[in-house]
């Protein structure tokens, strides 16, 4: 199976900063394939990014998606209080479907 | 307005069978291209994909626990069912169901999850 690593697993930020975050997967996948989900505690994930650069329906640009191979980022920049939450990648193009471990963004 | 919402029991015992039902509105299953998937999360850990189904009855399994998991569909009642035998206390974990989108293959709506804790 395709495995993602997300890091770090965890970062400290204040509101109003930027922040990278990044997925790595254990081999190469099509841009198409690779979608990215948000998660506040004791809620469900929901979709972010899709095609490693598309914003989903209603998400704010200052959330953007980019790389390519096995290397991909998801960019937050100037983190509002409501963006302190877990960040998901997610690969499809090959089966299993697999998830990242995450990153946590604090305050 | 499209909605996912998982139904089954709380607490399970050890070694019993897990039933787990999917509710669908806002859209119907038996429209082409709809696939719908089950997702779980333990508590404090990473998503895991278990099963999917698509509108055609094609079905697909995490090959880690493709023994214990059956995947089905109910399109009159516009449900998805998982089964999912010999559970242990490490498939303790909150379940969720959600839909896939066929063009590029991520989920765009997810149920609110159900958490199902195995204990005897």
């Known amino acids: 199976e395709v495995v993602l690593t997300q890091s770090p697993g965890t970062l400290s930020l204040s509101p109003g900063e930027s922040v990278t975050l990044s997925c790595r997967a254990s081999?190469?996948?099509?841009?198409?394939?690779l979608a990215w989900y948000q998660q506040k505690p004791g809620q469900a994930p929901s979709l972010l990014i899709y095609a490693a650069s598309s914003r989903a329906t209603g998400i704010p640009d200052r959330f953007s998606g980019s790389g390519s191979g096995t290397d991909f980022t998801l960019t937050i920049s100037r983190l509002e209080p409501e963006d302190f939450a877990l960040y998901y990648c997610?690969?499809?193009?090959?089966?299993?479907?697999?998830f990242g471990g995450g990153t946590k963004v604090e305050i | 307005q499209v909605t996912l919402k998982e139904s089954g029991p709380a607490l399970v015992k050890p070694t019993q069978t897990l039933t787990l039902t999917c509710s669908l509105s806002?859209?119907?299953?038996?429209?082409?291209?709809?696939?719908v998937s089950w997702i779980r999360q333990p508590p404090r850990k990473a998503l895991e994909w278990l099963a999917r189904i698509d509108w055609d009855d094609d079905k697909f399994y995490n090959p880690f626990l493709k023994t214990r998991l059956t995947i089905s569909k109910d399109t009159s009642k516009n449900q998805v069912v998982l089964t999912m035998t010999n559970m242990d206390p490490a498939d303790t974990a909150t379940y969720y169901c959600?839909?896939?989108?066929?063009?590029?293959?991520?989920?765009?709506?997810w149920g609110q999850g159900t958490l199902v804790t195995v204990s005897s």
């Open positions: 997610q690969q499809s193009n090959r089966s299993p479907l697999t």
């Open positions: 081999e190469s996948i099509s841009r198409s394939y």
């Open positions: 806002g859209f119907s299953f038996s429209t082409t291209g709809m696939r």
């Open positions: 959600a839909r896939l989108v066929t063009d590029n293959y991520y989920f765009d709506y």
